[in-house]
């Protein structure tokens, strides 16, 4: 079941609410719950998920919570599939910080990580990967990616089993544009296949249990 989390604070215009299920033979999206007009729901051969359009400036801040899921490996398979939040991956040749989690098979063996990347919009930056967070099916997360200045945002992870509810781990790190190009001004809840040279994991679906948006722009969108 969908459940869509919604904050009090003043300056929240817009909450995305959606359920996203991407399968081995190819990339679903399926909008549930309550979404503003300005919303909109992206579905290729590689991604799938939710992009609004916002206003980015210190405070812009997107959030998701999720479960991680099931995997199933052959024998010698790799692959895998992403999860993530960005801010500005809508948009063309500009920044876009992301964080995230990544599920799939290395060598037939099961493999779960989070990781953090700032994509420059001249050149590919590799996905630093939190080694201190610790994954497996048993796992739900909550992801943040907020926006300090023009240069720098604030990515963090809190992670817990969902079956008892002890947390297991929480990683934070302040990444910066590494050539001061600007965020383009786009929000994003993804999944991503991260390359078409290595098979698309098979997963069980994934449910986004909530994803927000915290605009700096307050003429943008729809007010919730």
Request: proline share 4%.
């Amino acid at each position: 079941m969908l459940r869509c989390g919604i904050t009090t604070a003043v300056r929240v215009r817009r909450v995305i609410c959606a359920f996203l299920a991407v399968a081995s033979a190819g990339v679903v999206v399926a909008p549930a719950g309550a979404t503003t007009s300005n919303v909109t729901t992206h579905t290729t051969r590689g991604w799938a998920g939710y992009l609004d359009h916002i206003g980015v400036g210190a405070g812009t801040e997107v959030t998701i919570t999720y479960r991680i899921p099931h995997v199933k490996c052959r024998r010698h398979e790799n692959s895998s599939v992403l999860f993530w939040i960005g801010l500005g991956a809508g948009a063309a040749r500009r920044s876009s910080p992301r964080v995230g989690t990544g599920v799939g098979c290395r060598r037939g063996k099961h493999v779960y990580w989070a990781w953090h990347q700032w994509v420059d919009g001249r050149r590919h930056h590799p996905r630093r990967v939190w080694q201190a967070l610790h994954l497996t099916p048993s796992t739900e997360v909550s992801v943040d990616l907020i926006q300090q200045s023009s240069g720098a945002v604030q990515a963090s992870m809190l992670a817990w089993n969902w079956r008892n509810g002890n947390q297991t781990g929480f990683a934070k790190t302040v990444m910066h544009d590494p050539h001061g190009q600007s965020i383009g001004k786009t929000a994003e809840c993804m999944a991503q296949r991260p390359s078409f040279r290595v098979g698309l994991a098979r997963f069980s679906p994934v449910h986004f249990i909530n994803c927000a948006l915290r605009d700096t722009d307050p003429t943008s969108g729809t007010t919730i």
